[in-house]
Protein backbone atom coordinates (compact mmCIF):
# COMPACT_ATOMS: atom_id res chain seq x y z
CA UNK A 1 0.00 0.00 0.00
CA UNK A 2 1.14 3.17 -0.86
CA UNK A 3 0.94 6.09 1.69
CA UNK A 4 2.00 9.85 1.69
CA UNK A 5 5.37 10.27 3.15
CA UNK A 6 4.44 12.79 5.15
CA UNK A 7 2.90 10.40 7.67
CA UNK A 8 5.97 8.63 8.70
CA UNK A 9 6.26 5.15 9.46
CA UNK A 10 3.68 3.95 11.14
CA UNK A 11 2.70 0.14 12.31
CA UNK A 12 0.80 -2.04 9.63
CA UNK A 13 -2.23 -1.63 12.37
CA UNK A 14 -1.88 2.36 12.46
CA UNK A 15 -2.51 2.49 8.61
CA UNK A 16 -5.07 0.60 8.86
CA UNK A 17 -6.62 2.91 11.30
CA UNK A 18 -5.76 6.13 9.69
CA UNK A 19 -7.38 4.89 6.25
CA UNK A 20 -10.60 3.74 8.06
CA UNK A 21 -10.83 6.92 9.98
CA UNK A 22 -10.35 8.56 6.44
CA UNK A 23 -12.90 6.48 4.33
CA UNK A 24 -14.99 5.02 6.34
CA UNK A 25 -17.65 8.00 7.11
CA UNK A 26 -17.92 8.35 3.50
CA UNK A 27 -18.51 4.61 3.22
CA UNK A 28 -20.99 4.71 5.90
CA UNK A 29 -22.76 7.58 4.03
CA UNK A 30 -23.13 6.14 0.79
CA UNK A 31 -24.51 3.04 2.86
CA UNK A 32 -27.05 5.16 4.37
CA UNK A 33 -28.04 6.83 1.07
CA UNK A 34 -28.91 3.54 -0.96
CA UNK A 35 -31.00 2.10 1.98
CA UNK A 36 -33.04 5.36 2.04
CA UNK A 37 -33.23 5.32 -1.30
CA UNK A 38 -34.93 2.25 -1.83
CA UNK A 39 -36.90 2.65 1.14
CA UNK A 40 -38.53 5.92 -0.32
CA UNK A 41 -39.07 4.09 -3.41
CA UNK A 42 -40.53 0.69 -3.19
CA UNK A 43 -41.56 0.29 -6.36
CA UNK A 44 -38.70 1.14 -8.28
CA UNK A 45 -37.05 -1.55 -5.89
CA UNK A 46 -39.84 -4.28 -6.49
CA UNK A 47 -39.12 -3.36 -10.57
CA UNK A 48 -35.74 -4.38 -10.56
CA UNK A 49 -36.37 -7.60 -8.63
CA UNK A 50 -38.58 -8.74 -11.16
CA UNK A 51 -36.24 -8.42 -13.92
Known amino acids: MILPM???A??????ALTIAL???PF???GGVIVHR???DD??????Q???
Open 49 to 51: RDR
Open 6 to 8: HMG
Open 27 to 29: LVL
Open 22 to 24: AFG
Open 37 to 39: RRQ
Open 10 to 15: MHPYEQ
Open 42 to 47: PESAET
